[in-house]
């Protein structure tokens, strides 16, 4: 055409015009539904519980590896109340002034006793789901929940807490908190005893109480529903309803922690003990070899991607940290890591307090693997990237310039 020529109204092709919409509607969905077309339920939980991506500097990464639970959306300082101990309200509402709603409880059908792990002195998730299912059957009974736990772990009456039995400290020596179980259990008579079904916290202590205690134990249950217990069977292909045990070991989210009424947490006094067993000794964490902790028992995960290209401060971060070492699919592609060290939909799927990703784009395969993640700090030189949209914390830098950085930084610490 020439420019001198009058112009003509250019011909609306139909087709055309109808692909340009289907992409604005799909640019649209992506946008607001990052990296996932199937909801999976978990996934959909997790967000909900996650807090929005805060970015920071390398430096502030140290305050989250100290303390990965410090971000907890839930964590707040202790300030459980302490009921008016001459009051002889049975199950019933009282309200103060200016004060929110306290529910107390005097006189229960009976008790249950919660017991959760706090292992760095903070509720994780696990434990909250363990308190929330012991006030779903503790509320399916008329009954009330006492918790056995370290004072600074949560603001216990928020989370639905009647009594509180205070442990003195965070790392309390497994023989006592065994002791004071069972002083619990001879002072109160719990109806049922509620533990985290964790390896080293809760598993433990519920099968050594439910021995020593000659009670029946009900181990990895996923659900409460109406005073009974529901959990898997048959190598996980069945669900199987069984009257509520003496002691019950709840897998993670068997319960759904929901915003109730303020609870007492009325500090109970620790009963008197009768005998601390001494041959059982609190070591504290033994160093372990980054590359042989299986990773669906790891606590602490670093993970590399096709961003790493520093092997050596990727190794030996992991061991400053004490963490285990996993990877993207295509590093253990590429052989920079052995393939059971894999995490995703065709690894393994993983569940530590902390996964802590270096160069990792956050493919829908990925993300599928740290779906029960606690808390994930993401370095990315990319700030659209999904793994950032995923994280908790991100750190939008070089992956080479902050491994060596932060490896400094713990070196001088210790
Ligand atoms: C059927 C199937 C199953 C799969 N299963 C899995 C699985 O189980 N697990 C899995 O992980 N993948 C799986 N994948 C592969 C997946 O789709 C992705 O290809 C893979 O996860 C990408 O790995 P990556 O993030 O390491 O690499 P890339 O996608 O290449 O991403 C590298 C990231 O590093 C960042 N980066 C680059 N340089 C730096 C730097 N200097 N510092 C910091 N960041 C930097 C980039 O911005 C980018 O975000 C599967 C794929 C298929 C088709």
Not at 91 to 109: D, F, V
């Given at each position: 055409m020439r420019c001198d020529e009058p112009q003509r109204p250019m011909r609306r092709d139909p087709r055309a015009e109808r692909n340009l919409r289907r992409c604005r509607t799909n640019e649209a969905e992506s946008s607001t539904e990052a990296c996932s077309r199937r909801r999976d339920p978990r996934l959909e939980r997790d967000r909900r519980r996650q807090r929005p991506s805060i970015q920071l500097s390398s430096s502030g990464i140290q305050a989250l590896l100290s303390d990965p639970a410090s971000l907890s959306p839930l964590r707040s300082r202790h300030t459980a109340r302490r009921g008016d101990p001459g009051s002889t309200l049975?199950?019933?509402?009282?309200?103060?002034?200016?004060?929110?709603?306290?529910?107390?409880?005097?006189?229960?059908?009976?008790?249950?006793?919660?017991?959760?792990?706090?292992?760095?002195?903070?509720?994780?998730?696990?434990?909250?789901?363990?308190?929330?299912?012991?006030?779903?059957?503790?509320?399916?009974?008329?009954?009330?929940?006492?918790?056995?736990?370290?004072?600074?772990?949560?603001?216990?009456?928020?989370i639905g807490i009647d009594r509180l039995v205070q442990l003195p400290d965070v790392h309390t020596e497994p023989a006592f908190r065994l002791a004071t179980l069972e002083a619990i259990l001879a002072e109160y008579a719990p109806a049922h005893i509620i533990l985290p079904d964790t390896p080293l916290g809760g598993g433990h202590l519920g099968r050594l109480i439910a021995t020593r205690q000659s009670l029946a134990i009900a181990p990895g249950v996923i659900r409460i529903s109406g005073g009974e217990l529901v959990r898997l069977a048959d190598g996980g292909r069945i669900e199987q309803t069984l009257p509520a045990a003496p002691v019950i070991l709840v897998a993670p989210e068997s319960a759904d922690p929901k915003p109730s009424a303020r609870r007492e947490a009325r500090v109970l006094p620790i009963p008197a003990l009768s005998e601390v067993d001494e041959t059982i000794e609190d070591c504290g964490l033994l160093p372990v070899d980054p590359y042989s902790v299986p990773l669906q028992e790891a606590d602490f995960i670093i993970s590399a991607g096709n961003g790493v290209s520093d092997w050596e401060s990727f190794s030996e971060l992991a061991k400053v940290l004490n963490a285990a070492v996993a990877g993207t699919r295509a590093v253990c592609d590429a052989n920079y890591l052995p393939r059971h060290r894999q995490v995703g939909a065709s690894g393994t799927l993983v569940n530590p307090r902390c996964y802590l990703s270096f160069g990792i784009s956050g493919a829908p395969q990925h993300l599928q693997g740290i779906a029960r993640c606690e808390r994930v700090i993401a370095v990315n030189t990319d700030l659209h990237a999904d793994m950032i949209k995923r994280a908790d914390l991100a750190i939008i830098a070089d992956a080479q310039t902050v491994m060596p950085s932060l490896l400094a930084l713990l070196r001088k610490q210790r």
């Open positions: 049975s199950p019933s509402l009282a309200t103060r002034p200016s004060q929110p709603e306290i529910l107390r409880i005097e006189a229960p059908s009976c008790w249950i006793l919660v017991v959760p792990d706090a292992p760095s002195g903070a509720l994780t998730s696990h434990d909250r789901d363990a308190i929330a299912a012991a006030r779903l059957l503790a509320d399916n009974k008329n009954g009330g929940v006492i918790a056995l736990a370290p004072a600074a772990a949560a603001d216990y009456g928020a």
